[in-house]
Every structure is written in C-alpha cells, then in structure tokens.
C-alpha cells in the first residue's frame, strides 16, 4: 500500500483530535505587528510586493488569460481583488507563520476565502495528514471536511516549522527577543521624555546631628517634585530648594546611554527574520548593499520571488484537480527590479551564437 510508514506514529500523536496553534497569536500580532514598526513594515512590505507579483494561468502549456481558474485569481470573490486575496494569504503567513484559503462551490470553486490563522486548527486523520479543519469564532465552530473524492476544500500555507508536524513557524516567533528589546527602547525614550528628558538627580538633606525627614516631609517633597517639576512640560523649570536640601544631578556617560545602538541592532535582527534588507527600512549603519537598488533586487530575488514561487506551486495543487490541465505560475518577468536580471540573460542569451532560437527561448524560460 502506498502509505507513509511513519505516518501512523504521527497519527498516534494527535489521535484525530484538533490540535491549536501551539503559541500565543494574539501577544505576537499585538507586540510584534501592532506595536512594533520595524516588523509591521517588514510584513507589509512582503505581503504587498508578493501579492503584486502576478499569478498567471497555463492550460496545456499555454499562457490564456480566459480561463476559469483565471477569471477566479483574479477575481476571488464578491469582496476583493485577486492583489487583495492574495495580500491577506501573504500576511498571514508572515505573521502566524500558516494561511488558510477556503474554496466554495460546487464541482469546480466558485469563490475563493482567507481564513484568519488564529481561528483555525488541524484535525488529524489516521494517516498523520490533516482529515478536516476547524474554523471558531466566539464559541461556534464549523468542521470543514473533505470532499466525497477526498478533495480539501481548504489550503494550508504553512512556513518550515523543525519541531511540528502540522503548524509553521511564523518569522515574528523567531524575532520575539528582538521585537522585545527595540520595544523596550522605545518605551525607555518615550518615559526618558516624560520625566523632563534627561536623567534625574538626588535631593540630599543635609541635615544636622543625624536629622532625617519625617514621613509627612518626605512625602509633601515627594508630591511638590512630581507635579511641579515632571514630565516633558516642566523641563527646565528651576528648582528651589530651602531647609538644608542640595540638589545632586546622576548623569550617565554617553557609552553608558547607548541604547540607541542596541535598538536599532534589535531592527536589524528583525529585518533578518523576515528577510527585508535594512537599507529598504531606513535603519542606520548597515552596509550590506552597495545601493538601495541593489537591496530591493536582493529582496524580490531572495525573499518576495520564492514566495510567489511557493504560493503559485501550491495553489496549482490544490486546484488543480479541479482544473485539469492548469497550472499556476508567478509571472517574475512582470517585476520592474528584477528588470534589469531579464536584461542580462538575454544578452547572454543572444550572443550564444551555438544555441539554437528554440533552445534561447527554453533558457530564458518562454514558452515556445
């Protein structure tokens, strides 16, 4: 039989009940996505350029723009646009490391949906492969199932997890400790302005014979400095001081307030999960690439190209047996910054006077 034979030990793992996203969503999306710019910049970035990368239709080996599975890309349902659709997937996918499509219709999808990864679980089936979903909202749920001929009306995108069978492993997970420190930073500058914007000193009493302050005095003191002399509108108020106080200014040197490095080492390790050159997100102190187009073609061709890559070879699996005939295809010659790659080949291409036209255009992967 045709059969995984470690399967059945992953099917006795989850023994066919549904399995949660084995992490907090809800935390990553709030401190990583919602608070945090450096990695909100980084999924929008890749979500957008990866949803304008077109996805093309081949039937029988030609290109066509009148199929059906076309008109759906690009049109997926009554509420989006196929760049749309396609944003939502690419987001979530970044952002939980998994995406879920739903396909409805009958017989051949009509319409296609994005489901919100933080709603959805896996159930397992005997084999170890996911038999069915479930899709929760506010204590409802439905089980979506597969098809009579064992169709899955529902797509798992999912980024390389080492230590889980059926989740991915979401670029924010990987960056948590980063996303933490530069958090850290810019909540240490925003209270650093709140408290008059430069370090506090020490009111010392000088008191004689061992005198201290009484608890009322210490804090009436306490009380008078908070409300006259606090915060980014009394900064640089002048202080008076009687009955043997002295005021202490604390200073830090500047290597001992250099936390300004730290924070944007903290966006670099950030930009390095998600695979967005630094230089594309204005962080200071990074010479990786000579120019600022130099990174934008690094990041189509290492980050954004072999997404779209991934997302049209899955999409072509799982419509496919619905649209027999059709693939899918990221159309990278599409991509202005990878323009200037295209170039080069063909200029390669056509000066290889011992090739023949047919083997130029197989090379430069056009269709005959």
């Not at 903290?266 to 990174?295: H, K, M, S, W």
């Not at 080949?345 to 056009?366: K, P, Q």
Request: hydrophobic share 45%; proline share 7%; glycine share 10%.
């Amino acid at each position: 039989m045709k059969d995984s034979r470690a399967g059945a030990l992953i099917a006795y793992a989850g023994g066919g009940r549904a399995r949660w996203t084995p992490r907090d969503y809800a935390s990553l999306a709030s401190e990583g996505f919602g608070k945090n710019p450096v990695a909100y910049r980084c999924v929008r970035m890749i979500a957008e350029a990866a949803a304008a990368t077109p996805l093309v239709v081949f039937a029988d080996g030609v290109r066509t723009d009148d199929h059906p599975l076309a008109k759906l890309l690009a049109r997926p349902n009554p509420e989006q646009s196929g760049a749309e659709w396609l944003e939502g997937l690419y987001g979530a996918l970044q952002t939980a490391g998994n995406a879920y499509a739903e396909a409805t219709g009958d017989g051949a999808p009509e319409e296609l949906w994005s489901l919100r990864p933080d709603r959805m679980k896996v159930v397992p089936g005997r084999g170890g492969w996911p038999e069915a979903y479930e899709y929760a909202v506010d204590g409802r749920s439905v089980r979506i199932g597969r098809a009579a001929d064992g169709w899955m009306p529902v797509l798992h995108l999912k980024l390389f997890h080492p230590t889980d069978d059926h989740y991915g492993f979401s670029p924010l997970e990987a960056a948590a400790f980063a996303i933490d420190v530069h958090n850290a930073s810019g909540a240490w500058n925003k209270a650093l302005l709140d408290n008059s914007a430069r370090p506090s000193g020490a009111l010392v009493f000088n008191g004689r014979d061992g005198e201290r302050l009484t608890g009322e005095q210490f804090e009436a003191l306490r009380a008078q400095m908070d409300e006259a002399h606090a915060g980014a509108m009394n900064a640089g108020r002048p202080l008076v001081l009687e009955g043997g106080l002295d005021w202490k200014p604390m200073s830090w040197t500047p290597a001992d307030m250099d936390f300004i490095a730290g924070k944007h080492a903290a966006a670099r390790e950030i930009a390095l999960a998600f695979g967005v050159p630094p230089q594309l997100l204005g962080i200071p102190g990074d010479a990786t690439y000579a120019n600022y187009r130099e990174a934008n073609a690094a990041f189509w061709r290492g980050t954004v190209a072999p997404l779209a890559r991934k997302a049209a070879g899955a999409l072509t699996g799982w419509l496919g047996a619905r649209f027999p005939g059709a693939r899918i295809e990221a159309d990278l010659e599409a991509v202005p910054a990878l323009q200037p790659e295209r170039e080069a080949l063909w200029a390669r291409l056509n000066a290889a006077s011992f090739l023949t036209d047919a083997e130029r255009r197989r090379m430069a992967g056009v269709g005959e």
